[in-house]
């Protein structure tokens, strides 16, 4: 345990994303004028995000303290705890602490970002220790994930060691042979753990979680069977599952082609890393598809969510430049679909039926994916081998997060101190005691094409409003001198009625409008805000009772 700076200090845990959600995990752990962040993560829009790219969390409480923030720890290379980097290293220029292929997918995100050269970038492997500020102590362990180079991280502070477990499962035959250091965690436990914060992803779900290994027996079983073209989409981060792949492709002698930016990206820097062992001249250009036999080709591709833009999508719409999906390929979708998305799956997954293709997904076979996350009897195991004080479940929605402070309660930790939180609620600890304390600034950051929190709830209402019932834009001239009509109104209408079948309907607005007008001047109302609201209501009014629609009413006074 640290040395204390002052009787007055406390240890605040806080997250900044990643509780209540999936998606862009960030951690805080704060004692006196020392801030560690654990991950930045960001996540994908939700559906009533109308047009919105990305979403990060808001960091403005580390931004303000900046000059106590000794430095960022990421726990490992997935979208939802690195994908924030490109944004929050603009505002937030402290050291980054990463494992090898972490920081070679980080360095790649900063280099498209160009702040590779200003961001200082430290090397950490599961035996380091690293001394941030005057108070707070990082060590490591190994953790089994669907990626390698995993850690959990502990923090030694002068009340007690802060443990976050990072994204884990136990998987006892992993892939790449990495083991998740049990003896490490235990020894953390028996020194003893003063706060837990653990991964409640699969809190739900009973059991154990299968070993990753078992996949591979699948999938080698599918290729062999196979006749034509094996097309395989995963998360590209997934590298235990793109090895396998690779593994099942030299069984039965196929070539692999890799489609697909992050996917190409992935195996670029994993393969330089040695973290993928893939024989040379394995891999072929897309070109070269049609010039070997149908049943020597793999295919391996982003798009196991579903997403519009990516290459299983687009092989499934046909509007793939180099790769078409031809009748009799056999296309594994060796992912569970996140929350949200199993309707672009469904969608994908017909297209590809309708092309002819087989298709082997998680609902119609139970082996082609297993989750990097561990199930109820393995987050009970880390409850048992960290015996925490306190436990705050991480990573999940509100269900998750309770069904985890369950499993706590099961296995011996006191109700009273299990906190359920959400984004920006601290967790304050003093002497030994733990108190939901008040909330730090926190919530979401939009992400829509090169804005950052440019777009807000307004913004977002607005593009609500525009795709439910469309615009009317109404544009009228008025007199300066006398403050009679001129010309108009004008009525524009885009996505509210077709103007052609609608002329009846909006010549009658259009007096609408006129006699709106002539009744405000005739009152010497003569203010544009005053006009332009009288023109907005009683032509929304009028609307309403004709359409039962409400478009957005835009008028445009102009003086001559």
Request: charged share 25%; aromatic share 4%; with cysteine.
């Amino acid at each position: 345990m640290a040395k204390k700076n002052n009787t007055t200090d406390k240890l605040t845990i806080f997250a900044l994303g990643g509780v209540g959600e999936i998606g862009k995990n960030m951690y805080v752990v704060q004692y006196g004028n020392d801030i560690v962040v654990i991950d930045a993560g960001l996540k994908f829009p939700e559906e009533d995000m109308l047009g919105i790219d990305l979403v990060i969390p808001d960091i403005s409480y580390l931004t303000e303290n900046r000059d106590k923030v000794r430095g960022i720890i990421i726990t490992h290379g997935h979208e939802d705890h690195i994908g924030g980097l490109p944004y929050v290293m603009k505002h937030l220029n402290v050291p980054l602490y990463a494992t090898k292929l972490t920081l070679g997918l980080i360095e790649n995100k900063l280099r498209e970002a160009n702040l590779l050269g200003e961001t200082k970038r430290i090397l950490i492997n599961a035996d380091s220790e690293l001394k941030l500020g005057s108070t707070l102590t990082a060590t490591f362990f190994k953790t089994n994930h669907s990626i390698p180079d995993s850690v959990g991280v502990c923090i030694e502070t002068p009340e007690g060691n802060v443990v976050h477990t990072g994204d884990f499962k136990f998987d006892h035959t992993p892939v790449n042979g990495q083991f998740a250091d049990l003896q490490r965690m235990a020894e953390i436990g028996q020194k003893g753990v003063l706060a837990l914060l653990s991964d409640s992803t699969n809190a739900e779900k009973p059991g154990f979680t299968p070993s990753e290994r078992s996949v591979g027996v699948v999938l080698e079983d599918i290729f062999r069977k196979a006749r034509q073209r094996v097309v395989v989409a995963t998360f590209a981060s997934n590298v235990h599952r793109i090895q396998q792949v690779v593994n099942a492709a030299i069984a039965t002698d196929r070539k692999i082609v890799v489609v697909g930016r992050s996917m190409v990206n992935v195996v670029t820097i994993a393969s330089e890393l040695g973290y993928l062992e893939i024989p040379e001249g394995m891999i072929i250009e897309p070109e070269e598809i049609n010039r070997i036999g149908a049943d020597r080709v793999a295919i391996l591709c982003t798009g196991s969510q579903g997403e519009p833009m990516s290459a299983l999508s687009r092989m499934a719409r046909s509007t793939h430049r180099k790769v078409d999906i031809l009748p009799g390929d056999t296309v594994i979708i060796a992912a569970t679909p996140v929350p949200g998305n199993e309707k672009y799956v469904g969608r994908t997954i017909d297209a590809l039926f309708r092309l002819g293709a087989e298709v082997i997904y998680s609902g119609s076979n139970k082996g082609v994916h297993v989750s990097g996350h561990g199930s109820q009897e393995e987050l009970k195991l880390m409850l048992n081998l960290m015996t925490p004080k306190f436990f705050i479940p991480i990573h999940g929605e509100y269900r998750m997060l309770r069904k985890h402070a369950q499993l706590g309660e099961s296995v011996g930790v006191e109700p009273d101190n299990i906190f359920l939180i959400d984004i920006g609620d601290t967790v304050e600890i003093q002497n030994g005691e733990a108190r939901k304390a008040g909330k730090v600034p926190s919530g979401n950051v939009l992400i829509d094409g090169l804005g950052v929190g440019d777009v807000g709830n307004i913004v977002l209402r607005d593009r609500k409003l525009l795709s439910q019932d469309g615009i009317l834009v109404v544009v009228v001239t008025l007199s300066k001198q006398d403050g009679r009509i001129v010309s108009g109104p004008d009525i524009i209408s885009r996505g509210f009625v077709y103007v052609r079948e609608s002329e009846g309907l909006l010549d009658e607005a259009n007096r609408v409008v006129t006699s709106t007008l002539q009744r405000l001047m005739s009152e010497n109302v003569n203010e544009w805000a005053s006009l332009k609201s009288g023109v907005k209501d009683s032509l929304g009014r009028f609307l309403f009772d004709q359409t039962r629609r409400r478009p957005m009413i835009l008028p445009i006074i102009m003086e001559v």
